[in-house]
């Protein structure tokens, strides 16, 4: 038994509901004195928003720390 089809509106959905959830949750895994800074976080999560990871190019920028 095959999968049904599925419209293009509910598929459209399903992915604003990943990127959200996605968004939504960073709090519970970033950590600004990580990896990333916030200033490095808000291109990828904006291009990730508006390109979709298809078209992810960012690569963070080297930023020293204020101690």
């Known amino acids: 038994m ?3 089809p599925v419209s ?5 959905s399903a ?3 990943f990127l959200f ?3 939504n949750w960073m709090f519970t895994w970033f950590r600004p004195e990580g990896r990333f800074t916030y200033e490095q ?4 999560a904006t291009q990730l ?3 979709g990871i298809s078209g992810m190019d ?3 920028r080297k930023t020293t ?3």
Do not use: D, T, W, Y
């Open 21 to 23: 959830g996605m968004l």
């Open 2 to 4: 095959g999968a049904r």
């Open 8 to 12: 293009r509106r509910r598929r459209s």
């Open 41 to 44: 976080m808000v291109p990828i």
């Open 49 to 51: 928003f508006v390109n």
């Open 58 to 60: 960012i690569e963070p």
């Open 15 to 17: 992915r604003q509901m």
């Open 65 to 67: 720390r204020k101690q």
